[in-house]
């Protein structure tokens, strides 16, 4: 599409091309594949560490999350690379100077440093310098005339200003969802903390119930930190490649206003003056453009920044009205089991205190028998003794009884011989006196 500027005709931006595609999304896309399974399988080898795996394996946003890391931090890689050979392009690309210059026309001039460019290779042809060399020397050539020059040096630098933005798009896409993945993360994690809050859980297993709580919590701030800090390191590197990019953009702009400037004939130039003074113009433009992007970033790093401590802080507030709402009602249904097994508790030991009376009183009573027991037993001894001691009487009695009889044996027959005609003794019937008496 072409625009009317001072009765001459302006090109305007081309659209990419499928090459620019592939290179703005396909490679980063490649290269970031290979940077996650590299980071991956160094998880599992040398850089296998607890921590590790909990922030980067411990739920699928956090590989989401570091994987679109790993595609941005390759767009920005490849963008360094490419701004590197630029830069290398700038310091060494230059037209050639020609003695006939003056005596020649300015198409014919055009014409001439064209079939230099073609000598270049595709890399340069494509760069910023090189493509906006060949783009002003075709708009020359084909209007024969630098008239407009000034102005397509403008489109020109805006055309590449427009370039570089759109070449950024991946990675400020990309740097704007990995903080949305953050709050899905939490979202998910607050959410599965509290379902496994349930009141049967609850009732039969609080450990395993504050376990499922703790883990949705730990899901749903380990995924926002994760998210936030990769975020926070694709600002830093985007903001230091748009300023890189920026200063090689104004690089090109004086080199190709040092190029073109004096190849043409006095009127020309003097034609063009005007163009050259909107150049010059142009660049404080540019650099005051670049300390508003700046700025603009700063602010909106800024903003950003009040805006998630603000959100954390609410999410904090919130998280804790539900944790202490839900921590009440467990401890409430905790404290009815308790009280209910501690009910439980008493009447088996009331029960137990029962059994153990009436065990006492058993107790007492074969104490008491047994107690009897040995009285009788002690008077059984008792009449054990009295017994042998009637026995040792007896037998004592009986040999007195012997004595006796021998005595009046001996007294009957004493008598006898002294009086020769005594009675004698009755003997037996003593005996079975003394032995009734007895």
């Not at 490649?30 to 980067?56: C, D, K, M, Q």
């Not at 060949?134 to 489109?155: F, H, I, N, P, R």
Request: glycine fraction near 6%.
């Amino acid at each position: 599409m072409a625009v009317q500027s001072g009765g001459c005709t302006l090109s305007r931006p081309k659209s990419n091309s499928v090459i620019n595609i592939i290179w703005n999304l396909g490679w980063p896309l490649l290269w970031g594949a290979v940077f996650s399974i590299t980071f991956y399988e160094l998880l599992n080898g040398p850089l296998n560490n607890e921590v590790l795996h909990r922030y980067f394996l411990g739920h699928p946003i956090a590989i989401a999350t570091t994987v679109m890391f790993f595609i941005a931090l390759a767009a920005l890689l490849l963008r360094g690379l490419n701004l590197l050979g630029q830069q290398l392009i700038i310091s060494s690309l230059a037209l050639p100077e020609s003695e006939a210059q003056w005596k020649q026309s300015d198409q014919e001039q055009a014409t001439e440093l064209l079939e230099h460019t073609e000598s270049w290779s595709p890399r340069v042809q494509s760069s910023y310098l090189g493509a906006r060399l060949v783009s002003l020397l075709e708009k020359v050539q084909s209007s024969g005339s630098v008239t407009a020059l000034g102005d397509e040096m403008k489109y020109a630098s805006e055309r590449d200003a427009d370039r570089q933005y759109e070449g950024a798009s991946l990675v400020r896409i990309i740097i704007w969802a990995t903080p949305m993945l953050g709050f899905l993360g939490t979202v998910m994690g607050i959410t599965q903390a509290l379902g496994d809050l349930a009141g049967q859980q609850l009732g039969n297993d609080l450990n395993a119930a504050m376990q499922g709580l703790f883990g949705g919590l730990y899901v749903a701030f380990d995924t926002t930190a994760v998210a936030l800090t990769l975020s926070i390191v694709l600002m830093f590197c985007q903001f230091m490649s748009d300023q890189l990019e920026s200063q090689l953009l104004l690089d090109v702009d004086q080199r190709v206003e040092d190029e073109l400037r004096g190849r043409f004939s006095r009127q020309q130039v003097a034609s063009s003056e005007p163009g050259i003074n909107a150049l010059d113009k142009l660049t404080p433009v540019l650099e005051e453009l670049v300390n508003t992007q700046v700025t603009q970033w700063n602010s909106a790093i800024t903003r950003i920044q009040s805006q998630w401590q603000q959100w954390t802080a609410d999410q904090g507030d919130a998280m804790g009205q539900s944790m202490s709402v839900a921590l009440l009602a467990a401890l409430e249904q905790q404290a009815v089991i308790q009280q209910q097994q501690w009910d439980r508790w008493q009447s088996s030991l009331n029960e137990n205190a029962g059994l153990l009376v009436a065990n006492q009183e058993k107790m007492n009573q074969q104490s008491a028998l047994l107690e009897r027991v040995i009285e009788a037993t002690g008077e059984v001894n008792s009449l054990e003794q009295a017994l042998n001691a009637n026995l040792s009487q007896l037998q004592e009695t009986r040999q007195f009884e012997d004595a006796v009889i021998s005595l009046s044996a001996a007294i009957q027959l004493l008598s006898t011989r002294m009086s020769g005609t005594s009675k004698p003794l009755d003997l037996n019937g003593d005996s079975d006196q003394h032995g009734k008496a007895a």
